[in-house]
Every structure is written in C-alpha cells, then in structure tokens.
C-alpha cells in the first residue's frame, strides 16, 4: 500500500472529497494519523476525525483495533427518504412496490443512507417494534402511530403501524391496500395517508437506527424526501407549514415521482380541512373536474399540490415525460400545470436478483443467452401443464401479466384475440382487478379451450413461468408510464409486443428487442377497432418472425440489455444532489453486498 498524504482537517465539518470518499471532521483534537484503504480509494485520516466513507472498508493501516479507536465508518453521500403506498415485496399491487423494492437498495449500494418508508399493511416476519410511538393529528383526533423497522440489502425499512392500515389489510397484502375491492377506495383513505405523510416527516428525526455498519444514529434534518404518487403529496405541504417555519428541516427537499397520473386523489373541496393544512395551501389542491366522483365541480386534488409544492417532479420515463405535458388526455387534466413546473422523465430499473433466468426460484430450468434455445422449450412445456394447455413446445406462446384495467388494455387484447387466435398460437393472460375484465378471462377459456387461458389471480410464480416459458409478452396498454413486464421479460429472451406509449417506446426497439404497435386511444370507454386491428396485425407480423435467424437474434438482444438499477439509480443520484441538501455529496461506485444472502432476503 502505497504511503497517503495526511490531510490536516481539523477544524469543524472541513471535509474533503477524493474519488468519491469524503472525510469530515467532527472533533477538534487530532491525535495520530492512520491510513484507511475504502474501496480502490487510499485516503489519510487522523484517529479522533469522523471517517465518512462511502465504501466498505476493506483495511485498515496503522490502526491496531479500529473499533476500540473510535472511528465511526460511514457513508457520507446522500440521506435519502423515500416515502410511498406500498413497498415490495413485503406490499405490492403493481409497479409503485417494485420500484420502491429495487431503486433504494441500488441507491444505498452507491454509499447514500436510505429509508423506505410505508404502511404496516401486515404483520410482517421481519420487521420489529421499534417501540417509539408519537402522536399525530389526523381530521379532528389525535392518533398514536408506532414505527417497525428493519435492514435489508443496506436499506432501512421502516413501517408505520396504524390500525387503519393494518386492521382494513390483514394478511392480504397484495390486494385491499386501497379499498375493499379494485377501484373502490377505502372513505378514511385521505387520513390514512396524512398519516402516512406526517409519519414520514418524523422518521428521521426519531428513529434511531443502527443496523447499517456505516451509519448510526437519526438521519437528522438534512435529507430529501422523495415522494411517489398521490397518497404522499402532503408530506412537502407539511413540511412547509408544520416544519420549517419552526427551523426545522430548513435544508430538506422534496422529490416527487409521478408512477401514473391517472391517481390523483381527486376528493370534494370541503375535505380539505380534513387535512390540516393552513389556507394559503387551498389554491394548491383547487381543482375544477367534469367527472362526477365523489362531487361535480370544485375539489382538491392532492397530486396538483404535490407537483407544485415539492422542489423536484419526476417521472419514470422520458417518454412519458413529453407525453404528461402534451395536452389533457395524457396529461389527465394536469398537463398545464406540469408545463409550469417542468418534469424529468428516468427510466426504471427492475429487480436483477427476482427477474434473473439463472437464479429464478419458480423456474426448474435456469439458463442464460447460450442455453436459452434449448431450456425454453422445456420451461414452455412446465407452462402450459401448469394452465391445461396442450403441451407442444413448437407452438409459439404469448403471454400477458398486468392489473385488469383500461390503462393495460386487457378488453382491447380481448377483443383482438379472435382475430389471430387462428394461427398457430397459445396465449395465457393473467391478472387481477375489474371485475367485468376478470370475467373476460374466464370466457377465453370456453371459447378457446386448447388455444387460450386466462388466470385471473394475482399469482407470483406463474408470472414468473410465464415471463421465462413464454415466447412473446404482449403489452397492449393505452398508457404506459414506464412498465416493468416487458423489462422483466427481455433477460428471459421472451420478446415484447408493445403498444407505442410511455416507457414502452424508451425501452423497446422494433425490430431490435421487440414489436411496436404504435399508440392507442387513450379515451377508456370504448375499444378502438383500429387498435385491436393494431393487435392482431402486430402479433401475426411477430409469429411469422417466430422460429428464423432474425428471432434467435432478437431473443440474444433481448437478453444483452443492461436492465438494472444501476444505471438509473446514477441518474436519479444526479437530480437528487442538484437540489443541494447541505452536507449532500456523491456517492460512489458500488455494487451491492450479497443481496441474496438470507438475512438480506425480505420475508413479508
Ligand atoms: N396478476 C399478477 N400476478 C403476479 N404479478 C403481477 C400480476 N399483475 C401484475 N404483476 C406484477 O406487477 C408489476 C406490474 O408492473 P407495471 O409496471 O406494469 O405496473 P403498474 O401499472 O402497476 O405501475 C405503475 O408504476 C410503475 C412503476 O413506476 C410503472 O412502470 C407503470 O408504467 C405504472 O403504470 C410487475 O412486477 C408484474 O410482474
């Protein structure tokens, strides 16, 4: 190990950056000087100075015990809250639980202390009782909420213990999480996410944690919260009116991601004093709307005071970006005030260690782009034995995964079915939600009993069996702000058929990864015949690919695809430090640490 220089920083919170290593110094006294190797990284400290890493330290030089010597080793980067609905896998309805299961864990790999936080939807395995409980307002009564915690893959997950979340959810931890059946939401949902809010606000200042090797104690002050969808859009309004006009979290910011503008918790006008909010907020949630629900007229809209009182708007894909601000279709009656904030669009990752063909737990075949041709076969087989279909590996497969709704487009797929279900061709839809569109899975069956099935269960492994049996995954969808199936499905070598919307043009290249079929109508009461002409047209042009050089080729495309969090947790890593929380500095390079090592392994 090559000598290091010892750096003189001894006065308070000097600090110094190098490859992404930063010291700080905390005490005034310097003692003696060590040499710590962090990573690639050499840097010099003296013993008594707060060492902020944002790597594992791999040794230590001159310094006989490190422990006993009172070098407190952590990551300086970024304090990072993110705060959302549901959080996979241990609450997950759709995409919102896939993303806050996978970004955190990839931004806490690149050195920043991370915080997920969510309701206690269940009694999950893993978590325990913090035992710090506070009391927050909520409508006209004072509610205890208690935090459960606990550490996986270097992220703090932290759960907010309600009855109104844990009472109306029990064990159902995939469906009820917004109302007691699809598209119904429960009345109290408006306090059980003012609650939500303002139990994240406390968090970092309460909670103290020290799971983390190189961070211990509260998060403080000076982090950024970042916000997902509408059941998280009073946190930046109460950061302002509870917060910083009594000094506190005077540094903090406020991201806010848009998942799917088609939620905007759109309620009656009057209910916003349920929300306790001071009246200078009113003229952020005021909202005129022609639909009916739940009044005619003026309402609040908590996505609208969300977008304009946080710092930051995201989205999750660039696409979709330039379409939420193109006109009122797409933008669902916010695209003006979109166009006033601006909003940037980032492209999801998806989870590697769930949706990887070598390691899948729900498959019996594993393997990878040089044994695809040959294990897929027998994976189709498993697949259409596990649903009652004729087994025949030769007969190409396509699959659809996706909530019941117009947004997905399972009636438009329904509807174009007939018109190529006379080729040579299985396909298998699964997927939960409206009731009317459950139903139309059940009937493929009837009328195309040794051609088609549809499962109308939320059903983890089959979707996995699909995703790696499945020759093509159809994603018809009206809108698409990112989606995630056909990311999952490309590692798999199972080729996309993508309606041209959303993230869904960002992340599939005709002829290259997969099939457009160009956009659909966006209006959800009528089945365009166009688009189900769009359908059938596109899956015969991909059936008569089926089996030549040019689909080998695609499938090994497919799976050559860097799909991770990696890359997208550096772009958000960018956005992020650009709101200039104080103290906030870049991480590093990092690969997460044995995320599948059992203890890192969440077990709802
Ligand atoms: N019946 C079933 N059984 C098992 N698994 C099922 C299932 N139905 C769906 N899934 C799983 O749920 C997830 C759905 O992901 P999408 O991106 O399509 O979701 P969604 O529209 O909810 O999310 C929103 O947020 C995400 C995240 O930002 C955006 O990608 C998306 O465009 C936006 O609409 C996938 O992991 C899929 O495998």
Redesign the pocket.
């Given at each position: 190990m090559a000598t290091a220089t010892a750096w003189n920083c001894v006065s308070r919170r000097s600090s110094v950056s190098k490859n992404g290593v930063a010291i700080s110094s905390s005490r005034r006294e310097a003692k003696a000087t060590a040499t710590l190797r962090v990573a690639k990284t050499q840097i010099a400290v003296h013993e008594g100075l707060r060492v902020v890493c944002n790597a594992r330290v791999i040794r230590a030089n001159g310094i006989q015990n490190m422990k006993s010597r009172k070098f407190i080793v952590c990551g300086l980067g970024m304090k990072l809250i993110f705060v959302a609905s549901e959080v996979?896998p241990w609450s997950?309805?759709?995409?919102?639980?896939?993303?806050l299961g996978g970004l955190p864990p990839a931004m806490a790999a690149n050195g920043h202390r991370v915080m997920t936080i969510a309701p206690r939807y269940d009694q999950y395995k893993d978590a325990w009782d913090t035992e710090v409980e506070i009391e927050l307002k909520a409508g006209d009564k004072t509610e205890k909420v208690r935090f459960f915690h606990c550490y996986k893959r270097g992220v703090d997950r932290v759960f907010v213990d309600h009855p109104m979340f844990l009472e109306k959810v029990w064990g159902k931890t995939a469906s009820k999480v917004y109302g007691p059946v699809a598209g119904i939401d429960y009345q109290d949902n408006q306090i059980r996410f003012s609650l939500l809010c303002q139990a994240a606000l406390e968090a970092p200042r309460v909670l103290n944690l020290n799971s983390s090797e190189y961070f211990s104690g509260p998060y403080g002050e000076d982090v950024v919260f970042i916000c997902n969808d509408w059941h998280t859009a009073l946190l930046p309004c109460y950061l302002k009116s509870m917060y910083q006009p009594r000094g506190l979290y005077t540094s903090a910011k406020v991201a806010f991601?848009i998942?799917?503008i088609?939620y905007q918790g759109r309620f009656a006008f009057a209910d916003f004093n349920l929300l306790n909010l001071p009246d200078e907020f009113k003229s952020s949630f005021d909202f005129i709307d022609g639909y009916e629900k739940p009044v005619k007229g003026r309402k609040i809209n908590w996505m609208k005071a969300g977008i304009l009182e946080s710092d930051k708007i995201l989205t999750?894909?660039p696409y979709?970006a330039k379409e939420l601000v193109s006109g009122p279709d797409k933008g669902v009656e916010l695209d003006n005030i979109l166009r006033k904030t601006s909003i940037l669009g980032i492209v999801?990752g998806?989870d590697v260690q769930e949706w990887s063909p070598m390691t899948d737990k729900f498959t019996s075949v594993k393997f990878d782009s040089s044994t695809v041709m040959s294990a897929k076969p027998l994976i189709k087989e498993a697949l259409q034995a596990e649903v009652g279909l004729p087994v025949d590996k030769s007969i190409p497969v396509v699959g659809f995964?996706?909530?019941l709704e117009e947004?997905?487009g399972s009636d438009i797929l329904a509807a174009a079915i007939p018109e190529f279900i006379g080729e040579n061709v299985q396909i298998i839809v699964?997927?939960?939600g409206k009731k009317a569109m459950e139903k139309q899975l059940d009937e493929l069956e009837i009328q195309y009993p040794l051609k088609a099935r549809g499962?109308a269960?939320?059903?983890?492994k089959?979707?996995h069996m699909i995703?790696a049996g499945a020759d093509f995954i159809i994603?018809p969808?009206r809108f698409?702000?990112?989606?995630?199936?056909q990311l999952?499905a490309m590692p798999y070598g199972c080729v996309p058929i993508v309606a041209s919307t959303?993230?869904l043009v960002d992340t599939v290249k005709e002829g290259y990864t997969g099939f457009q079929m160009g956009a659909f109508n966006v209006e959800c009461e009528t089945v365009d015949p166009v688009d189900v002409t769009a359908i059938a047209t596109t899956v015969k042009r991909a059936l008569a690919v089926y089996g030549t050089p040019a689909f080998s080729e695609m499938i090994q495309n497919c799976m050559a695809q860097e799909l991770s969090w990696k890359k997208p947790a550096k772009k958000w890593e960018e956005v992020l430090l650009n709101l200039g929380v104080e103290g906030s500095e870049p991480g590093i390079e990092g690969e997460e640490i044995a995320p599948l090592a059992k203890e890192n392994v969440a077990t709802p």
């Open positions: 996979g997950k309805t759709g995409g919102l639980g896939d993303v991601c998942h799917n088609a999750v894909s979709y999801n998806m995964i996706g909530r947004q997905k699964l997927g939960t499962v269960k939320f059903n983890v089959l979707a995703i994603v969808s698409e702000p990112c989606g995630l199936i999952q959303g993230g």
